[in-house]
């Protein structure tokens, strides 16, 4: 599957940006989906990820509450809703993809198989 991640930009602190995530070349339903986030000097970090199955979600705790991850199957889509954006949140985001990955490893970014190319999401105060 390949990935391809879009819709960041900058946005004043408080303020919102809706991410997309958007597969081609297999159906997204056959995978759980990640947002991860890379800041200059980082490492890259968990922020949100959305089962195959069922449709569960999980956030770091840094966004719990601001971020809301979704999907929808017939668009092939994944989205990462922000809002309440801080300068903290600037970081470059990252969707990732994977057929098997399980929840104890659902915010290790080596257990995940496919990478979008990134978007930046820049933040001023």
């Known amino acids: 599957v390949q990935l391809q991640a879009y819709g960041g930009g900058l946005v004043q602190a408080g303020g919102s940006l809706r991410l997309s995530c958007v597969a081609s070349?297999?159906?997204?339903?056959?995978?759980?989906m990640g947002w991860f986030r890379q800041a200059p000097g980082s490492e890259r970090e968990f922020v949100a990820a959305i089962f195959r199955r069922g449709g569960s979600t999980i956030y770091a705790d840094s966004v719990k509450g601001r971020f809301t991850i979704s999907r929808d199957n017939a668009r092939n889509t994944a989205y990462l809703q922000m809002s309440s954006l801080k300068p903290e949140d600037t970081a470059v985001y990252y969707c990732a993809a994977d057929s098997t990955i399980i929840a104890v490893s659902i915010g290790d970014p080596d257990k995940y198989d496919y990478w979008g190319q990134g978007t930046q999401v820049t933040v001023s105060s």
């Open positions: 070349g297999r159906t997204l339903s056959s995978y759980s």
